[in-house]
């Protein structure tokens, strides 16, 4: 199994770069002080977001140095409009123009009326006084040339005033003209913290979820870049964070439902037959977990090879007329019982795609496909069977159902596989396997009732015990887990599966040592399993012992290169590596590992989750960052659970507001190094 770290599932906004981890983690173990904002806006609703509790913060402890965001402010929300002595004046105060001073003396006045309407609650009154003051700007800069200081001083009045009268508007109930006036603000100074804030604050009372996701990143983007040196030290940053990781959070989740559809829907216009398969390390693992394992291998390598199923396809007659029912289905029944042994040698020989193209094949014919419009149709389907025999039939139905699981059709999975267990009502692998079905469409009182119903045909079917005990986890029922584990090990004590899922338990339940103990047994069974190597390296990396962990995981890769668990496990093992201070991880090491882990199973959707943050933390520019996108993109492609959906949408998700983010600032790159 891959690491089941905090990173797999906390969505930190530059991803895994390690001031990031840093800022959550100063905080996270700080102690809590408690103040009042004195320029918080009364009466809003919101609260500081300094103290990690709060829903939206009015306004953020960094301060934006050079901006308007750092004007003193009021109680009342409302900034100080600056005048020219505020400003480094473009020349010496004797040759100040007469109109100028004149101009300062009436934005003073009227800003000084402005905050008196304000204190009365007479908001929309304030907001007219300024944008009286604004207008006289306005008038100001059209009637003749300013210079350059006079200019920056005149900008960040207006940048003041739109802000204050933003402010004016939110509080009179008037959402969208104070967006309006937080882009003016914005467009003038991107960094302005409280415009921002605001224009957080009204998207999400507006329900645009999206549009105040990219709000809140800009906001966390800015404090990361304002304390990139600091955290790059180990040392605290200026402020907490502007926004608490919970809102982060709470966005991503009203989002998820449309990104999560939209995948749905570019999933479903794909035919079952052109889904791709996953790795055949995947698929043996998942076979080598049913009884009937041996079974079929031992049958499949005694019943010829490919090249004699082959032949005696070439053989068969062809053009059997429809008419002559009798022989008609007897040549289809036995091309499909044809190619059904091929299929298994196929399988047999890990040839997986060509054994799923026979199956698909025979189980066409004796479902009589071209024939499904003609009148004799289920006639000739009954007759195809009965020629084909309960055996070859059953056998048909339970690979087609394992080759419409594997390409996540439930459905079509189900039917195969209910089918089988009508003919077979005693069968208890079937009703494993239809309980796996069941448990990957999140139907769990269905699966636990087919694992008793399995038992209680057979009490030491060790499939029904394996795999009921992966349900329990899911349900974190870990004390039953453990109990069917121990059961089916104390019943087969070299199931190597079983005594790696309890290893996985122990280690859930914090007990590393009894994980040690069920790993060395389970080595002694099989010294040269990549799957215990990797077992060994997780419990390693539970310990902190990173480069013991690597070692484990190197001899995983080196035992099975087609493994792709070791290639994760060991990227994350990489990056965990404690450096020199101020050094970053090998990023460039673990990009490589989690490449090699899509490449040998593009359907491992753990790589691609870690794979997308660690290089949108190293993208050096945003064309970059719009790669990590095009990578989630391929992700979902091959997602077959609704937790792996959920897991690359809410990825994809952060990373489309992350970038236009960082537009939004004027920002070039997401890499805080």
């Given at each position: 199994m891959a690491i089941n770290s905090q990173q797999n599932t906390t969505y930190i906004v530059i991803g895994l770069a390690a001031i990031a981890t840093a800022a959550a983690l100063y905080f996270a173990?700080?102690?809590?002080?408690?103040?009042?904002?004195?320029?918080?806006?009364?009466?809003?609703?919101?609260?500081?977001?300094?103290?990690?509790?709060?829903?939206?913060?009015?306004?953020?402890?960094?301060?934006?140095?050079?901006?308007?965001?750092?004007?003193?402010?009021?109680?009342d929300n409302t900034s100080k409009a600056p005048t020219s002595s505020a400003a480094p004046p473009a020349t010496s105060s004797s040759t100040k123009d007469d109109d100028e001073k004149q101009l300062n003396r009436r934005i003073e006045e009227i800003d000084r009326a402005g905050k008196a309407l304000f204190k009365n609650k007479q908001y929309m009154e304030a907001a007219e006084t300024f944008t009286e003051a604004l207008d006289l700007i306005e008038s100001s800069k059209k009637s003749k040339d300013k210079k350059e200081g006079q200019k920056s001083s005149l900008t960040r009045q207006i940048i003041t005033l739109t802000n204050n009268r933003s402010a004016m508007y939110e509080k009179a109930s008037h959402p969208d003209l104070a967006l309006s006036d937080c882009d003016a603000v914005l467009d003038l100074d991107p960094a302005h913290i409280k415009a921002r804030t605001r224009r957080l604050r009204i998207l999400e009372s507006q329900k645009r979820h999206r549009e105040a996701l990219v709000e809140v990143c800009a906001l966390q983007l800015k404090y990361m870049n304002d304390n990139r040196d600091k955290l790059r030290l180990g040392l605290p940053p200026t402020g907490p964070p502007p926004v608490p990781q919970s809102k982060i959070e709470e966005l991503v989740t009203f989002i998820q439902p449309q990104e999560i559809a939209r995948a749905q829907e570019a999933m479903a216009s794909n035919a079952v037959e052109s889904r791709a398969l996953p790795s055949s390390y995947t698929i043996i693992q998942l076979l080598k977990s049913f009884s009937g394992y041996n079974k079929w291998m031992s049958d499949a390598a005694r019943g010829g090879t490919v090249a004699k199923f082959t032949s005696q396809l070439e053989d068969l007659l062809e053009g059997v007329p429809r008419k002559s029912m009798v022989a008609f289905s007897d040549n289809l029944a036995t091309k499909a019982s044809l190619l059904l042994n091929r299929g298994r040698r196929y399988a047999y020989e890990k040839d997986f795609v060509k054994a799923v193209k026979d199956f698909d094949e025979a189980y066409a014919l004796v479902e009589d496909k071209d024939g499904s419009d003609e009148s004799d149709h289920d006639e000739v389907k009954k007759a195809i069977v009965t020629a084909m025999g309960n055996v070859d039939y059953c056998r048909l139905l339970e690979w087609c159902g394992m080759c419409k699981h594997l390409r996540f059709d439930l459905k079509g999975a189900l039917e195969c596989y209910e089918r089988c267990s009508e003919l077979e009502p005693e069968n208890t692998e079937i009703l494993v396997k239809r309980a796996g079905v069941k448990m990957d469409g999140a139907n769990y009182s269905d699966a636990d009732a087919l694992f008793k119903e399995a038992l209680a045909l057979n009490p030491t079917a060790s499939d029904a015990l394996l795999h009921r005990a992966n349900l329990r986890m899911l349900q974190q029922r870990v004390p039953e887990s453990e109990t069917d584990l121990d059961t089916c090990i104390r019943l087969y004590p070299n199931n190597l599966l079983a005594r790696l899922r309890l290893a996985t338990v122990c280690m859930a339940k914090e007990d590393l040592d009894g994980a040690k103990k069920m790993l060395e047994k389970a080595e002694e069974y099989d010294p040269d399993s990549s799957e215990v190597h990797c077992y060994r390296g997780e419990l390693h990396f539970a310990r902190g012992d990173f480069n013991e962990a690597k070692s484990e995981f190197q001899k995983a890769m080196e035992c099975d290169t087609s493994n792709p668990t070791p290639y994760v496990n060991a990227a994350l093992a990489v990056v965990n590596t404690p450096s020199a201070m101020g050094a970053m991880p090998d990023f460039a090491e673990a990009i490589r590992l989690l490449e090699k882990a899509i490449e040998v199973d593009p359907m491992f959707h753990a790589a691609y989750v870690q794979l997308g943050q660690m290089k949108l933390s190293m993208a050096t520019d945003l064309s970059r960052a719009k790669e990590v996108v095009e990578l989630y993109d391929k992700g979902l492609e091959y997602c077959r659970t609704p937790e792996e959906l959920r897991d690359i949408c809410s990825m994809r998700i952060l990373t489309v507001a992350q970038i236009d983010a960082a537009h939004a600032l004027h920002m070039e790159t997401l890499n805080m190094q």
């Open positions: 173990f700080s102690p809590k002080k408690s103040s009042d904002d004195a320029s918080s806006s009364k009466g809003s609703g919101s609260k500081d977001g300094g103290g990690g509790s709060s829903i939206t913060p009015v306004k953020s402890n960094v301060q934006s140095s050079g901006s308007s965001t750092s004007t003193a402010t009021t109680a």
